[in-house]
Nanobody, 114 residues
Framework: QVQLVESGGGYVQAGGSLRLSCAAS???????????MGWYRQAPGKQRELVARIFSGSTTNYADSVKGRFTISRDIAKKTVYLQMNSLKPDDTGVYYC?????WGQGTQVTVSS
């Protein structure tokens, strides 16, 4: 069973940056490199939504609301997926979840003040 552990959330002013990390323990490097991984978020009172995904071969896709501001990447040696978030807006506030291997992480809170 692969476990996903997120870190890197916090409180930031609008226009600031944060980098989220998601470590996949229990996965081999090869499996990790071939697996699709994603970041999702859930704002209070709203449904969980896709933010970004990365596929084998490093193909990525993004929600329209974050294109040009967020970047998803992975480090195979560390079995970690990252979400670099720049030019943050108050609408980016929510709990961010990492997903992959048919599992979810526990979530990390991101709060952006205006």
């Amino acid at each position: 069973q692969v476990q996903l552990v997120e870190s890197g959330g916090g409180y930031v002013q609008a226009g600031g940056s944060l980098r989220l990390s998601c470590a996949a323990s229990g996965a081999s490097g090869i499996t990790f490199s071939l697996s699709a991984m994603g970041w999702y978020r859930q704002a209070p009172g709203k449904q969980r939504e896709l933010v970004a995904r990365i596929f084998s071969g490093s193909t990525t896709n993004y929600a329209d609301s974050v294109k040009g501001r967020f970047t998803i990447s992975r480090d195979i040696a560390k079995k970690t997926v990252y979400l670099q978030m720049n030019s943050l807006k108050p609408d980016d506030t929510g709990v961010y979840y990492c997903a992959g291997f048919e599992s979810w992480g526990q979530g990390t809170q991101v709060t952006v003040s205006s």
